[in-house]
């Protein structure tokens, strides 16, 4: 079965400050892995996708992640934030087969002055 | 591209009666639509995973007589919520798969509460 884990409930960071949001997986095989930003109001956008090759990926709005696998990780990052990237974000791993996605439980981030 | 979109957006229902939401993909067709549902401050859960022409797979835990899904077409997928309670409020979400595509679309949700 496949799992995903976003360690920090919430995290507070400064406009123009870095962010880095955690993402553990758990998956028997090669994953499909997502990150999704689900603003107040709004559906899921998707950031970014990685399904193979290059293990940096970059997304839509600034935003990058980084699949090591030895970890089963796939953190996102954003070098400088803005007040408009506050909002939830869910990491999601998907099966190959039946394209099912499973999704953290989300992490919430706010940004302050 | 690749847009989805849910009606109603928000519906307020007494209990007992039933609910129909729609799910469309606009600009695309979806070989696969999946419904979701979340609860307030938690992540979303799938209820099921429905085909175009054939029968929903419903996870594990999901009343199939509850929630009644229907792939009409390729553009639409409709949930409805039968003889509902107070206990079935929530934000009900659809995302859609085209082609060969290995990425979902989500639509905005829909916000159903049960009085």
């Known amino acids: 079965a496949q799992s995903v884990t976003q360690p920090d409930i919430h995290i507070t960071v400064s406009e123009g400050a870095s962010l880095e949001l955690r993402c553990n997986y758990s998956y028997g095989a090669t994953p499909y892995l997502f990150w999704y930003v689900q603003s107040p109001g709004q559906g899921l956008q998707l950031l970014l996708k990685y399904f193979s090759g290059d293990t940096l990926v970059q997304g839509i709005k600034g935003f990058e992640a980084e699949f090591k696998r030895s970890q089963s990780s796939f953190n996102l990052r954003k070098p400088s934030v803005h007040w408009s990237d506050a909002a939830e974000y869910f990491c999601?791993?998907?099966?190959?087969?039946?394209?099912?996605?499973?999704f953290g439980a989300g992490t919430t981030v706010t940004v302050r002055a | 591209g690749a847009v989805v979109s849910q009606h109603p957006s928000w519906v307020i229902c007494k209990s007992g009666t039933s609910v129909k939401i729609e799910c469309r993909s606009l600009d695309f067709q979806a070989t696969t639509m999946f419904w979701y549902r979340q609860f307030p401050k938690q992540s979303l859960m799938l209820m099921a995973t429905?085909?175009?022409?054939?029968?929903?797979?419903?996870e594990q835990g999901v009343e199939k007589d509850k929630f009644l899904i229907n792939h009409a077409s390729l553009t639409l997928s409709t949930l409805t919520v039968t003889s509902a309670h107070p206990e079935d409020s929530s934000f009900y979400i659809c995302s859609a798969r085209g082609g060969t595509t290995d990425t979902q679309y989500f639509g905005p949700g829909t916000r159903l509460t049960v009085l």
């Open positions: 429905s085909n175009e022409g054939s029968k929903a797979t419903y």
């Open positions: 999601a791993v998907g099966a190959i087969d039946d394209y099912k996605l499973s």
